[in-house]
């Protein structure tokens, strides 16, 4: 026994350095957050892509510790200093991310108190939270207070859950699968494919819709296929619209899709991960008929600026997303069934989870939502100057913007996608801004995607003339 008591104290003072004293807790936190502070206060004036690559050997994990100074100086050099800088309001590639300081500390705290936030008897003050949130977007979105939702990790996992939800009310299974059809256009989010691969419907048939010259979703299109499919004998069951599309911000014209949803009865999905949040601008309008979808994905990630790593899905038939996600549905009482969409873990493919609900509550609860409003409202406002200042250095620019991305090339002649293509990588060489690129009928051109809530006039102001700097070298190597 004394022997065992030794053996476990022994144990204790090796493992000590897990639970750091206070002195040493303010020690750590001074140094991180300084280095937080400067990395922020930096940013203005860091470039926004370098193409340097990670020494990968630093940063492998070895046999000696180091130091927190040492680690900090890691951190700066092989990962704040290489590729994109997501935190950064230069970032104007892809869809920009965000990273609100006061969801960063929400993240930590998150991680102090370590809440078990998929459990709602584990956590009833963590999960209340996280359903607080849900039903704030179910207000937003005029989804029913009798719908279910879940914070997830992103809009890939957020889409997968109303996919299978939908598969699983319309009993996409067997030999079902191969005569099943779902409609959808080429421009939605690739994760939309990937999450019908993973949920064993690779097999469906996929009617890719023809897009209108505004890459949205022509109707027309779309009801004449139903009905041919259905005069086959086919069973359709599915319609995926975007709020937003990622390469050009479009959106599907949500309220006749939904009435072709609804009278050929038929599931409606609107991806508005990056576009949802616009919903609460001057652009309302262009949402109206996204509450009568019967799934819905927003990425607070994206359209609340908050660090990567939260996405939300609200579906309307509580049933449908049970049968997949609910693992006590087969033996549990009807009594607790009442309930059982209140634990995250119940709508969800996670069990433990990170309580990323506190990332997107205090900011909330301390900022309240108008700057969020503002801001949304700023990155409508600077695509267009955008626009017009590209037009002014002699840029074509694509159909007027819907919210807040769009896209440029040069009409250079010749060999336009080739000219593009060298101006990007011109552009990306430079680095102060980030820019990316998409194919659109096979037509290169520079995406431009504003929704950092960092992107200010200066930083367009500064995009603009390395554009121009970057303009005149590619007009000069492609004559010589
Ligand atoms: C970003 C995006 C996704 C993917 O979401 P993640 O959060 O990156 O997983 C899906 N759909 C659209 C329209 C997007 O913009």
Same mark, same amino acid.
């Given at each position: 026994?004394?022997?065992?008591?030794?053996?476990? !104290?022994?144990?204790?003072?090796?493992?000590?350095?897990?639970?750091?004293?206070?002195?040493?807790?303010?020690?750590?936190?001074?140094?991180?957050?300084?280095?937080?502070? !400067?990395?922020?206060?930096?940013?203005?004036?860091?470039?926004?892509?370098?193409?340097?690559?990670?020494?990968?050997?630093?940063?492998?994990?070895?046999?000696?510790?180091?130091?927190?100074?040492?680690?900090?100086?890691?951190?700066?050099?092989?990962?704040?200093?290489?590729?994109?800088?997501?935190?950064?309001?230069?970032?104007?590639?892809?869809?920009?991310?965000?990273?609100?300081?006061?969801?960063?500390?929400?993240?930590?705290?998150?991680?102090?108190?370590?809440?078990?936030?998929?459990?709602?008897?584990?956590?009833?003050?963590?999960?209340?939270?996280?359903?607080?949130?849900?039903?704030?977007?179910? +207000?937003?979105?005029?989804?029913?207070?009798?719908?279910?939702?879940?914070?997830?990790?992103?809009?890939?996992?957020?889409? &997968?859950?109303?996919?299978?939800?939908?598969?699983?009310?319309?009993?996409?299974?067997?030999?079902?699968?191969?005569?099943?059809?779902?409609?959808?256009?080429?421009?939605? +989010?690739?994760?939309? !494919?990937?999450? *019908?691969?993973?949920?064993?419907?690779?097999?469906?048939?996929?009617?890719?819709?023809?897009?209108?010259?505004?890459?949205?979703?022509?109707?027309?299109?779309?009801?004449? !296929?139903?009905?041919?499919?259905?005069?086959?004998?086919?069973?359709?069951?599915?319609?995926?619209?975007?709020?937003?599309?990622?390469?050009?911000?479009?959106?599907?014209?949500?309220?006749?899709?939904?009435?072709?949803?609804?009278?050929?009865?038929?599931?409606?999905?609107?991806?508005?991960?990056?576009?949802?949040?616009?919903?609460?601008?001057?652009?309302?309008?262009?949402?109206?008929?996204?509450?009568?979808?019967?799934?819905?994905?927003?990425?607070?990630?994206?359209?609340?600026?908050? =660090?990567?790593?939260?996405?939300?899905?609200?579906?309307?038939?509580?049933?449908?997303?049970?049968?997949?996600?609910?693992?006590?549905?087969?033996?549990?009482?009807?009594?607790?069934?009442?309930?059982?969409?209140?634990?995250?873990?119940?709508?969800? =493919?996670?069990?433990?989870?990170?309580?990323?609900?506190?990332?997107?509550?205090?900011?909330?609860? *301390?900022?309240?939502?108008?700057?969020?409003?503002?801001?949304?409202?700023?990155?409508?406002?600077?695509?267009?100057? &955008?626009?017009?200042?590209?037009?002014?250095?002699?840029?074509?620019?694509? =159909?007027?913007?819907?919210?807040?991305?769009?896209?440029?090339?040069? =009409?250079?002649?010749?060999?336009?996608?080739?000219?593009?293509?060298?101006?990007?990588?011109? &552009? +990306?060489?430079?680095?102060?801004?980030?820019?990316?690129?998409?194919?659109?009928?096979?037509?290169?051109?520079?995406?431009?995607?504003?929704?950092?809530?960092?992107?200010?006039?200066?930083?367009?102001?500064?995009? *603009?003339?390395?554009?121009?700097?970057?303009?005149?070298?590619?007009?000069?190597? &492609?004559?010589?």
């Amino acid at each position: 026994m004394q022997q065992l008591i030794r053996q476990i !104290q022994e144990y204790e003072s090796r493992s000590e350095l897990l639970e750091p004293g206070m002195d040493e807790r303010k020690f750590l936190l001074n140094k991180m957050g300084s280095w937080a502070n !400067q990395f922020i206060d930096k940013l203005p004036d860091a470039k926004a892509y370098n193409p340097k690559t990670a020494d990968r050997e630093s940063l492998n994990i070895g046999e000696n510790t180091k130091s927190i100074e040492e680690i900090i100086n890691l951190l700066e050099e092989e990962v704040a200093e290489t590729g994109i800088k997501p935190a950064s309001g230069g970032h104007l590639g892809y869809i920009p991310g965000g990273g609100v300081f006061s969801a960063a500390l929400g993240d930590f705290l998150a991680a102090v108190t370590n809440e078990y936030a998929g459990v709602s008897y584990a956590s009833p003050g963590g999960v209340a939270i996280e359903n607080a949130l849900i039903n704030w977007l179910k +207000h937003i979105f005029c989804f029913p207070e009798t719908a279910v939702g879940n914070l997830a990790s992103g809009g890939s996992i957020s889409n &997968m859950i109303a996919l299978t939800a939908a598969r699983d009310k319309y009993r996409v299974k067997n030999e079902n699968i191969r005569r099943s059809v779902i409609y959808l256009s080429v421009q939605v +989010h690739h994760c939309i !494919q990937k999450s *019908l691969r993973i949920i064993g419907l690779e097999d469906v048939l996929i009617r890719y819709v023809p897009l209108d010259e505004e890459y949205k979703m022509n109707i027309v299109a779309l009801e004449e !296929q139903i009905l041919s499919d259905k005069k086959e004998g086919l069973n359709p069951y599915l319609i995926i619209a975007s709020a937003g599309t990622t390469d050009t911000g479009a959106i599907d014209p949500l309220e006749a899709i939904a009435t072709i949803a609804r009278e050929n009865n038929l599931w409606f999905h609107v991806d508005a991960a990056y576009g949802g949040f616009f919903i609460l601008t001057s652009k309302k309008d262009l949402f109206k008929g996204i509450e009568k979808a019967d799934s819905l994905v927003v990425d607070p990630h994206k359209g609340m600026f908050l =660090p990567y790593g939260i996405g939300a899905v609200l579906v309307k038939d509580a049933r449908a997303v049970q049968h997949a996600h609910l693992y006590e549905a087969n033996y549990m009482q009807d009594a607790l069934l009442e309930e059982w969409s209140e634990s995250p873990a119940n709508v969800s =493919p996670e069990l433990s989870k990170h309580f990323r609900g506190l990332r997107m509550w205090i900011p909330l609860q *301390l900022h309240g939502i108008k700057p969020f409003i503002a801001c949304l409202e700023e990155k409508l406002l600077q695509v267009q100057y &955008m626009r017009m200042r590209l037009r002014d250095l002699g840029f074509l620019t694509g =159909p007027e913007p819907q919210l807040s991305v769009s896209f440029f090339w040069y =009409p250079s002649g010749g060999e336009e996608n080739e000219f593009n293509r060298k101006l990007l990588n011109n &552009m +990306h060489e430079d680095g102060t801004v980030f820019f990316s690129s998409t194919l659109l009928n096979g037509k290169f051109v520079i995406r431009i995607a504003i929704l950092s809530f960092r992107t200010k006039i200066k930083t367009l102001n500064k995009a *603009l003339s390395m554009i121009s700097n970057s303009l005149n070298r590619t007009i000069k190597e &492609m004559n010589g």
